[in-house]
């Protein structure tokens, strides 16, 4: 079975070229992928897309190998959650020393939690006390219930362009045809029960609106989650500060929970992740990506009065239910506590270098786009960045067109052949070991890219 393009006329001479290059230089990455695609789903969740198909076979720094031994600049960079770049020694050497002295799967709780629930509760400006989960869909999940549970009421708020995590009040979004100020929920995908269509209640993002609608459902609301910064929509500024200050405002007023979701905003903008940037206490928090130093890892944390209900089960009727067979295992306690220590002991360092790369590249792509006229922009959040091909202004995810454009398609393709590698999400980050150099030499390539959809007339 062999990995095919449907090759339009209008694709272009750079488009149907670039088609030719990646089916030559990526021949064991097809056959692979043909034999996979009998034995389980690939590309089924947006996340696993890619413009080709490519499987990774090696991790250096900065850089992924493919299959096929091309070498990629990785933006993906373990979706967010290897800050240090890949096989950083810190954390490598941690791992090692728990495999071959103490072992990786016990059960029971081990000593290399309470370290790592400490390094938490250093750096969060409203975590008291700490559980631990395999996922960030875990952590929100089990927040959610905590949340339910300590309040008495069933309705979760959500902002559109949400997502927090893959469980069935993680997923959804706006009903194109509602309004803007009152959108509509509507899940993503079947298989979301009528139940939770009724109890999610969708607030528009950036928009006053959303306080009056949350003083309506004030008795139903147990509790709003929001991402201090979209990955659907990165921002950091002054107009986001104050919308998180008055969400918390309207939310202590109303006696309604407020939970950031930093699974991937924590420990990225600051030690202390979004809170600390903006200075705003949630009552919840929940981890994930960064906090295992890449491996599997969630975390909840927050107000002793909430989280003491993890321990409550059978005592208090208010006690909720959480477990799993690998939640806290030491060997994501060594990793993740390496890493989060070394952010700790260079965080006057690596924030200011990673924040600023992801500027550097931002600036650079959308410099070059202002100057030749092209409908394309980055907006990035920090270090976290995305790509839009789009020149009006984007305030939420009710400014984004669905789907992919021929432009978009090709680009991506562009890209990957010019050894630049971008999630098929598109959220994209920047590591501790992009150096500027390298930050500029993905500028080139993104750049020339563009130039090559442009030749093709599709930009």
């Known amino acids: 079975m062999t990995v095919t393009f449907d090759v339009t006329d209008d694709v272009g001479a750079n488009g149907r070229a670039v088609r030719d290059r990646l089916l030559a230089k990526t021949t064991r990455s097809q056959e692979l992928t043909s034999r996979t695609k009998e034995l389980m789903n690939m590309g089924s969740a947006a996340s696993l897309e890619m413009p080709f198909p490519v499987l990774i076979e090696k991790g250096e720094g900065p850089y992924l190998y493919d299959a096929d031994g091309n070498q990629l600049i990785d933006f993906q960079i373990g979706f967010g959650s290897l800050i240090l770049g890949h096989r950083h020694p810190v954390i490598q050497n941690a791992i090692a020393d728990q495999v071959e002295n103490r072992g990786w799967q016990f059960g029971l709780h081990n000593p290399n939690q309470v370290p790592l629930a400490e390094q938490i509760i250093k750096a969060d400006n409203c975590?008291?006390?700490v559980i631990f989960c395999n996922t960030g869909t875990e952590a929100t999940m089990y927040a959610i219930r905590a949340g339910r549970a300590f309040t008495g009421k069933d309705k979760i708020g959500v902002f559109d362009g949400f997502y927090h995590g893959a469980h069935d009040y993680g997923i959804g979004g706006a009903h194109p045809e509602s309004p803007r100020e009152r959108p509509t929920y509507v899940p993503t995908g079947a298989g979301v029960p009528q139940a939770v269509v009724e109890n999610q209640l969708l607030l528009p993002y950036r928009s006053g609106v959303a306080f009056d609608i949350i003083r309506e459902n004030k008795d139903e609301l147990a509790m709003v989650l929001i991402e201090p910064a979209q990955s659907s929509n990165p921002h950091l500024n002054d107009e986001i500060k104050a919308f998180?200050?008055?969400l918390r405002a309207v939310c202590t007023e109303c006696g309604v929970l407020l939970m950031?979701?930093?699974v991937i905003t924590g420990f990225r903008f600051a030690y202390g992740g979004a809170q600390e940037f903006y200075g705003v206490k949630p009552d919840l928090a929940t981890?994930?990506?960064s906090l295992g130093g890449g491996l599997p890892v969630g975390a909840v944390g927050g107000r002793e009065d909430i989280m003491r209900l993890f321990n409550a089960l059978g005592t208090d009727p208010k006690g909720i239910m959480s477990g799993g067979t690998f939640s806290g295992?030491?060997?994501t306690m060594a990793a993740g506590y390496a890493q989060i220590k070394f952010f700790d002991d260079n965080r006057d360092t690596l924030y200011p270098h990673i924040n600023g790369q992801g500027k550097r590249l931002a600036d650079g792509v959308n410099d070059y786009a202002r100057q030749n006229n092209?409908?394309?922009?980055?907006?990035?959040?920090?270090?976290?960045f995305q790509i839009y091909?789009?020149?009006e202004e984007i305030r939420s995810s009710r400014d984004l067109a669905m789907g992919k454009t021929k432009a978009e398609t090709d680009f991506y393709l562009h890209l990957l052949d010019n050894g630049v590698l971008v999630p098929g999400t598109r959220r994209s980050f920047v590591s501790f070991v992009h150096s500027p150099e390298l930050i500029d030499e993905a500028v080139a390539r993104?750049?020339?890219s563009l130039d090559l959809v442009r030749e093709d007339r599709l930009l």
């Open 389 to 391: 091909f789009s020149g």
């Open 446 to 448: 993104i750049t020339r």
């Open 127 to 129: 975590v008291e006390r």
């Open 374 to 384: 092209m409908a394309v922009q980055v907006l990035n959040a920090g270090s976290m």
């Open 287 to 289: 981890y994930g990506k």
């Open 260 to 262: 950031f979701d930093e």
């Open 244 to 246: 998180l200050e008055e």
């Open 329 to 331: 295992n030491p060997l």
